[in-house]
């Protein structure tokens, strides 16, 4: 299964991909009911999981770059997928004849869902 368990100063979270919604239930003890595509989500759905750096000129921190800052949290949120070694698409499709990407496919979750956990 492809899974993605992160905290942030707003809770514990899990990413699965949307295929494997079936056998979650089974696997996630505590997990909220509620989930939330990650192609969906809002900017205030974002905010619940991704703090705000508090100083009015800095906005959401970069998790791939510590000097860089985001003004929008949904940036801020798919920086943390990324710096974790996950992607929400496989940035080497183009080239997967020529590179043989596997790898980089194992780690991409193509309709990624987020669980907050109790």
Same mark, same amino acid.
């Given at each position: 299964? &492809? $899974?993605l %368990?992160?905290? =942030?100063?707003k809770?514990?979270? !899990? !990413?699965?991909?949307?295929?494997e919604?079936?056998?979650?239930d089974?696997?996630?003890?505590g &997990?909220d009911? #509620? +989930?939330? &595509?990650?192609s %969906?989500?809002?900017?205030?759905q974002?905010?619940?999981i991704?703090? /705000?750096?508090?100083?009015?000129w800095?906005?959401? $921190?970069? +998790?791939?770059?510590? /000097?860089?800052?985001?003004s929008?949290?949904?940036?801020?949120? /798919?920086s943390?997928?990324?710096? $974790?070694?996950?992607? =929400? @698409?496989?940035? +080497? %499709?183009k +080239?997967?004849?020529?590179?043989?990407?596997?790898e980089?496919? @194992?780690?991409?979750? /193509?309709?990624?869902?987020?669980? $907050?956990? #109790?």
């Amino acid at each position: 299964m &492809k $899974k993605l %368990e992160f905290t =942030t100063g707003k809770g514990r979270f !899990v !990413v699965v991909d949307e295929s494997e919604l079936p056998k979650i239930d089974q696997l996630l003890i505590g &997990k909220d009911d #509620k +989930f939330i &595509k990650l192609s %969906e989500i809002t900017e205030e759905q974002a905010r619940e999981i991704i703090e /705000h750096a508090g100083s009015p000129w800095y906005g959401h $921190k970069d +998790f791939t770059n510590p /000097h860089n800052w985001f003004s929008n949290p949904l940036d801020s949120l /798919h920086s943390l997928i990324k710096s $974790k070694g996950w992607f =929400t @698409s496989n940035p +080497f %499709e183009k +080239f997967a004849d020529e590179c043989g990407c596997e790898e980089a496919e @194992s780690r991409t979750l /193509h309709n990624p869902v987020i669980f $907050k956990i #109790k």
